[in-house]
């Protein structure tokens, strides 16, 4: 009876057998410490955050959230790794008692540096200095783990990227923090990248499903609809199971230019607001993605703006309750409508 509860509180097959899939969720450190089911994550990427944390509206935000992860470090054009903690990560009050993880990421710009990664996995000194550097970064007593949001593995590297993340699980496993890499489907076909193996994905201890569509298809659309988030974390739980998971949400919005010269480029939800406003734009509902969104046309041609507000949250929560995914990720911090946090809190 009680196997039979956990397997269907986690969503395992419930079978009451005590097979390896059981074991492996009695393992995870979170399940052992009794940690809360629901966990609300914050992404930040640069420094502009740490200010926006001090405003009023942010006080109830900072109760809510389970931890952040801090966009810090980032993979160079040579390879080398550079960057550093933001000073209010470690002497910020409002921060006391919030997990902070680091990220060592080649996200540069809006886009993956795909060159920079391998410009790392084939030099070993660059190599030792990334786990020297995560070393460092699991010793700090402040921190509790570190994050792996590194896309772009290429052909012939894909036994070297097993090994740096094997590497950072070891020490991750030697100061007793947690270990987190960020997954994001191959394309709209293939859900794990086809270089890597799927035995890569079990030294997490959690896995961050991040899915936007501008990435995945490479098309016009919203950043994260309502059936394209059910559609993509369906096919994740085919490999990975569901408990593992972080979903990512976006808290932002997406302007794409349509025609010959597709182009996007990502607004905060106030921006979204303003722009509407300035260009006297309506603003629609998508009905089967459940979001909204404006055209107008200018100078550069016809634009389409989706762009994420409370109810369309609302419509991500409602049916991500029931998926048994450890938790959200909001992302990037700050430029979301702050009204959603009512909505997470409910």
Partial sequence: ??????????????DGIAGPQVLELLQDKDI????????????????????????????????????????CFRVSENGDVVGELPKAAASDPPLDGMRLIPVISNYNQDLYDEPALEALLKRRDLLRRFHELARRLL???????????????????????????????KLADTYGKGMYMVLIPADEKTVLPRITETSLW?????????????QVVGEP?????YQWLQKELARVCRHLPAWK???????????????????????????????AYLKQATIRWDGLEKISYYDFADEKGRCRVWFENKDSLKWKLDWLKGQ???????????????????????
């Fill in 1 to 14: 009876d009680c196997v039979c509860s956990l397997q269907r509180e986690y969503g395992l097959r419930v």
């Fill in 32 to 71: 052992q410490a009794g940690t809360p089911r629901c966990q609300v994550w914050g992404a930040v990427h640069g420094g502009r955050f740490w200010q926006q944390l001090e405003r009023k509206s942010y006080a109830d935000a900072r109760q809510k959230l389970t931890g952040m992860f801090l966009y």
């Fill in 139 to 169: 010793a700090n007593p402040r921190l509790d783990g570190i994050a792996l949001d590194l896309q772009g593995v290429g052909m012939g590297y894909g036994r070297r990227f097993a090994a740096l993340a094997a590497g950072v699980r």
């Fill in 202 to 214: 079990k030294l997490p201890d959690r896995v961050i499903l991040q899915a936007p569509w501008e």
């Fill in 221 to 225: 659309g919203p950043r994260m609809g």
């Fill in 245 to 275: 998971l972080m979903v990512a949400l976006p808290g932002n919005g997406i302007a794409w230019y349509v025609g010959e010269n597709q182009e996007y480029n990502y607004l905060s939800y106030d921006e979204a607001r303003k722009l």
């Fill in 324 to 346: 048994h995914v450890t938790g959200i990720v909001i992302s990037p911090l700050g430029c979301e409508d702050t009204r959603i946090w009512e909505e997470i809190s409910r």
